[in-house]
């Protein structure tokens, strides 16, 4: 296992690439970069045993995490008052074998970084989306995905699952949050009341981890 002195290279941190993305694109005044704790970083970098000159271990060593969107979308990092789970604690607690669980949505969307626990795609970037309970193929490695989170047409990816007002609501939950939509996401109710007309409510983002999981394996028996 390498130490910490193997891992973190402050004069070529990655990280500067990341902010320059920010910088550059039209999402840049929507992403906020939490600050890090030295105590959190040096255990979640020597957890991933990845070094700072990469993208995913620079964020996870030298942020607490990435908002975008008024915190709609969320990349995990070493952790933070507004995001107070870290990118190996959440998949830990998540039970994720053979995948790391890099970012989340407030509506219960999840990313994933393939790491085996799907057959396909191994070292690529897969997201459970929560109108299908099924993981996607981004077709991207993490940071490509980085990179889209940063530069990308967020709003047109989430288009059908945001509603007049989202942006109040999302601003007003934390980073250990999410929205519950009734009718759900998956149901051809939702579908035809539209999102606008679904209720929502705020609850821990593990409550939806586990509804969703749950709904996928009752749908897959059927």
């Given at each position: 296992?390498?130490?910490i ?13 990341v ?53 709609w ?21 998540c ?12 509506v ?24 299908i ?19 990308g ?34 149901t ?24 969703h ?10």
């Amino acid at each position: 296992m390498k130490g910490i002195e193997e891992l973190v290279y402050e004069g070529e941190s990655a990280l500067t690439t990341v902010e320059n993305w920010i910088f550059e694109s039209k999402n840049s005044n929507q992403a906020i970069i939490l600050p890090s704790e030295i105590e959190m970083s040096i255990k979640v970098i020597t957890d991933l045993q990845v070094t700072t000159k990469s993208i995913l271990g620079a964020i996870a060593y030298s942020t607490g995490g990435i908002l975008f969107q008024n915190g709609w979308l969320r990349i995990l990092g070493s952790g933070h008052d507004k995001l107070p789970r870290t990118i190996t604690s959440w998949s830990e607690q998540c039970d994720m074998k053979h995948a790391l669980l890099v970012a989340d949505d407030v509506v219960g969307g999840f990313f994933a970084l393939n790491c085996g626990f799907l057959d396909e795609g191994v070292g690529e970037i897969f997201y459970f989306a929560p109108d299908i309970l099924d993981w996607e193929p981004l077709e991207m490695g993490y940071s490509d995905f980085v990179h889209w989170a940063c530069t990308g047409d967020l709003h047109t990816f989430y288009e059908t699952f945001r509603w007049n007002g989202w942006e109040t609501y999302v601003a007003d939950i934390n980073g250990n949050q999410g929205i519950s939509i009734y009718p759900p996401l998956w149901t051809k109710e939702s579908n035809q009341q539209g999102i606008e007309n679904c209720s929502k409510k705020t609850v821990p983002l593990e409550e939806l981890w586990g509804l969703h999981n749950h709904m996928r394996e009752q749908l897959n028996k059927e």
